[in-house]
């Protein structure tokens, strides 16, 4: 008895505790505060994916491929992904669990007592469950298959917080930009109304040319108040997509010179390629259905009956017998499981079903995104030829004017031209790059190689 009590104990010293831990809300909200991009916790995670020290630290400007990974560090959609796959892996280890065996302590008391021993009859027994027709593999094969579908959805949610970054980084470039040439705009219609307006005190001009020129400087200034006003906001939303306070990127330099520029389109069998090799979504969905498969290999697999051993003791009013036969086995006679295997079948047709549905999507997708791209890249062309002339024109009247063949007033008109050029050149340029990102989340890969490091795609869950 005294050792039965002592496997018990030992058995029970290896069971799993609870450990609490409750969510205060409060603490969650000053972590959100405490977060910066000065935190060294963040440097080692730079250090990690980059594989080389980041000196000097805080890094005095920031680019997308540095943010990029901030945002990986603190992203919450990235945090749930991750959980999601840690979930997925404890799938496999419960998948892989062996049946365990049933212990049974009947106990009867015999009346009339037919002797010559006490009148009980008792005595354990075990139930010992053993599967066949490899079920188990087929569990593990499914969960696994599972696991992976869910480690890529890691990789699929981190290109969308990439992308996310980079639209950030896009809006902030553009209200920059706009706000340089517009400050120089409404500085140029500023002085063109101060010369109207003392052209007008010695009758050179009329009322209506003052008020169209006060007219025109004032909407530049509007304009200029919108563009500032914008590179807040595009603030704000660089600071959403990296998962850290506004407060966070206060003083923060950025190198945004990479937005000035579109990149070339790829052919298009390349970018097909690139999408059907590097979509996480996609690969994800094939190993949904490598799951379906092992779910339906599993279901027929249980056409074939476990196995139940039941050795056992019993004590029978002074009769000791040892028992050595089955404790019992499934005949397989009226379902066969037929009813589950067709299910299972169903559900691998629907997978496959949805995965060329996304193959499709994709495709369809991408070609429309490699087209828009490349009359963007056309439009930039013919903006930047347009951009040409007009830089001639202005050095024209810069000429004029120093030769005395052309006034102030003109000059300065034409500066303020110039700068509505710019604007428009600015426009055709962001018009490309966002098309350009469109055509990289087709791909899910970028159309500049980069040197980040994604595998904290495949990190363990934090």
Known sequence: MRRAILIVIALLAGCATYHAQPIAPAQLAQQFED??????????????????????????????QMLTLAAWYYSPALDIARAQWGTAKAGIQVADTIPNPVVQLPLQFATPNPGPGAPFIWGPALDIPIETAGKRGYRVDQASHLSEAARLAIGNEAWKVRGQVRDALLALYAAQERSAFLSRKTEALQQVVQMVSKRRSVGENSGPDVDAAVLVATQAQADLAAAQSARQDAQAQLASAIGVPVAALDGIQFNLGEFGMAPAAPPAADAQRDAIFHRADLLASLS???????????????????????????????????????????????????????????????????????????????????????????????????????????????????????????????????????????????????????????????????????????????
């Open 35 to 64: 977060r910066s991009l000065a935190s060294e916790d963040l440097r080692a995670f730079l250090t990690r994916e980059l594989g080389h020290d980041v000196q000097p630290w805080p890094v005095p400007r920031w680019d997308r």
């Open 288 to 462: 949904e259905y490598a799951a379906a498969e092992s779910a339906l290999q599993l279901e027929v697999a249980k056409q074939y009956p476990d196995i139940h051993l039941g050795p056992g003791y019993t004590y029978d009013t002074g009769t000791h017998k040892i028992g050595f036969g089955l404790a019992g086995i499934t005949l397989p006679v009226f379902d066969q499981n037929q009813g589950p295997i067709a299910q299972a079948e169903a559900k691998r047709k629907e997978a496959a079903a949805r995965t060329a549905a996304l193959q499709d999507s994709i495709l369809g997708d991408l070609d429309h995104a490699l087209a828009h791209y490349r009359a963007s890249l056309d439009a930039v062309q013919i903006s930047a030829r347009h951009l040409t002339i007009a830089r001639h024109q202005l050095d024209s009247q810069a000429a004029g004017f120093a030769a005395g063949d052309t006034d102030r007033l003109t000059l300065t008109q034409a500066n303020a031209d110039y700068e509505a050029n710019e604007m428009s050149h600015l426009d055709a340029v962001l018009a490309a790059r966002q098309a350009a990102g469109a055509l990289e989340d087709a791909m899910q890969l970028p159309l500049e190689p980069e040197q980040a490091n994604e595998s904290l795609t495949q990190q363990e869950p934090r």
